[in-house]
């Protein structure tokens, strides 16, 4: 049998990639690194093999909403976008047009302070929500793009917005029932490593290694139709879930393996911050759409021989 290959889901919407959230001394939320290292410590046995390989392939699977590429459809209804100053920060970021410049050149003209970064703010407002522990800390070179510091307090005022609408939401409800609980299992920022099969260069499937970030994954009340609810926080300017469907399989596939419990009785959700908009997934997210997924990446990567 071939060795797994390895391969990072930088699926950083994480941005964020990924996030955010708090509670009292007594109902901690177990959500801190020793925590965390002892919840690796009982799975281990699950991926133990693929730490045996030292190759690694990093993979930014999902379509980051990073540049100012926006569909017809967005740009006539952004006056709608909630949080629009959020965009012009972004766009007051890009370097101005160099005289002269080549067309290559222009083509990689990038924000400086863009929505990657954004996301990642907004991810880490919503951790500490969730974590008690005084650990989690918005690194300052996000901002290192933004020029004034009124639009540095705008970017944090949004992302606290946001924050507040998801505290008040059913979802966040079922969250803190997780966090409160017994067995109290609630992961804000679930590293995984797992493995899937897919099929590579060479035509056959093979067991792939895959590694990424859970924004959020909580187990549900025993009356529950599901056992496990994964969350994935998006920034979006809009509510488009179809480009997450692939991360939100890959994700679930990966629960299903470390949890030990079926696929189906995960729950994905997908939760839109701008709009304070929840959308389940669940019946769209499979195992083969994941696979096909990695095939697909795979085979980019064997043709442009990254």
Excluded: W
């Amino acid at each position: 049998m071939s060795t797994p290959k390895k391969i990072d889901l930088e699926f950083f919407d994480s941005e964020i990639a990924k996030k955010d959230e708090n509670k009292a001394e007594n109902n901690e939320i177990l959500n801190t690194k020793e925590a965390k290292n002892e919840f690796a410590k009982q799975k281990a046995s699950i991926y133990e093999s693929a730490k045996e390989e030292p190759s690694e392939i990093i993979l930014p699977l999902h379509m980051s909403p990073s540049s100012l590429e926006t569909s017809e459809e967005e740009k006539e209804s952004a006056k709608e976008v909630p949080f629009s100053e959020i965009d012009e920060i972004v766009k007051k970021s890009i370097p101005r047009r160099e005289v002269g410049a080549s067309s290559e050149k222009e083509k990689k003209r990038r924000p400086r302070f863009g929505y990657n970064d954004f996301g990642s703010i907004a991810h880490k407002t919503l951790e500490k929500r969730f974590n008690t522990k005084d650990d989690i800390h918005i690194e300052q070179k996000l901002y290192d793009g933004i020029d004034d510091d009124k639009d540095v307090k705008k970017v944090n005022e949004i992302c606290e917005k946001m924050a507040d609408t998801f505290e008040k939401s059913a979802l966040f409800s079922q969250c803190k029932k997780a966090a409160e609980g017994e067995e109290r299992e609630l992961y804000s920022e679930f590293g995984f490593r797992s493995t899937l099969e897919a099929e590579c260069a060479d035509g056959k499937k093979h067991a792939v290694v895959i590694r990424g970030s859970i924004d959020l994954i909580f187990k549900n009340e025993d009356d529950s139709a599901f056992k496990y609810t994964i969350v994935d926080y998006k920034t979006d300017r809009a509510v488009k879930k179809e480009k997450y469907l692939p991360q939100l399989s890959c994700y679930r596939a990966a629960a299903a393996d470390i949890f030990g419990v079926k696929e189906e009785e995960i729950r994905c959700v997908l939760y839109f911050l701008r709009y304070g908009q929840e959308i389940d997934v669940s019946q769209e997210c499979s195992k083969e759409k994941a696979s096909a997924e990695l095939s697909r990446v795979l085979a980019s990567i064997s043709k442009n021989d990254l």
